[in-house]
């Protein structure tokens, strides 16, 4: 008995088949890549933990329990309260990447990021020193999920809540006078803030 070779057909269909299967893999291992940089990369440096203001996973504005959230200033996280509240009708929730940080954590960012860009001057572009963070004193927040930067790109003036970077989307800061005023001209990135100049 003599086996007929397999068709061209059959033999296109195997290998576009095998090229899905590769494909889906590598997707799979990009993905599984980019998750674990994500979660290293938010959740700081070796040695930091949720006293220095490290944010887990799932950390919204109303969590009472995370340093990051409690220790920001008090009129800042009732701003973020108030618009997380009105964004809710619109199903979107405010979650937490960063706030407040220890002077230890920031200086641990930023050692991590002149590792990362190379230098201190690319560095500063991205993480600023202990002494002059504003996520250091609990006046500055960092939000995840796009739809709720967008939200508040759109609406935050009202709340006093005021992107500050331009290369920054999820950076946001309380700017009371906003709320009459709208929010000041954004920065190109934070070494052009005088506050980073100190």
């Not at 899905?20 to 933990?49: C, D, K, Q």
């Not at 990362?116 to 500055?140: C, F, L």
């Not at 960092?142 to 290369?167: F, H, K, P, V």
């Amino acid at each position: 008995m003599t086996r007929n070779p397999p068709s061209a057909r059959t033999s296109i269909f195997r290998i576009r088949w095998l090229l899905v299967v590769v494909l889906i893999v590598v997707v799979a291992a990009l993905t599984a890549a980019f998750t674990y940089e994500t979660r290293t990369s938010s959740s700081g440096s070796s040695g930091s933990s949720l006293a220095d203001g490290v944010v887990p996973d799932g950390v919204t504005v109303f969590d009472d329990e995370t340093p990051a959230v409690t220790n920001l200033d008090a009129d800042l996280l009732g701003a973020l309260r108030r618009a997380a509240t009105d964004a809710a009708g619109n199903g979107i929730e405010f979650y937490v990447n960063s706030g407040w940080r220890s002077p230890q954590y920031q200086d641990r960012l930023l050692s991590k990021a002149i590792s990362k860009y190379g230098s201190r001057a690319e560095a500063a572009r991205w993480v600023a020193t202990a002494t002059t963070s504003p996520h250091v004193s609990g006046d500055a927040v960092d939000l995840g999920r796009s739809e709720a930067t967008a939200w508040l790109s759109a609406r935050g003036a009202a709340y006093g809540l005021c992107q500050i970077y331009r290369n920054e989307a999820w950076h946001y800061e309380l700017r009371p006078e906003a709320i009459d005023h709208g929010c000041p001209r954004m920065y190109a990135d934070p070494t052009q803030d005088p506050r980073m100049q100190k």
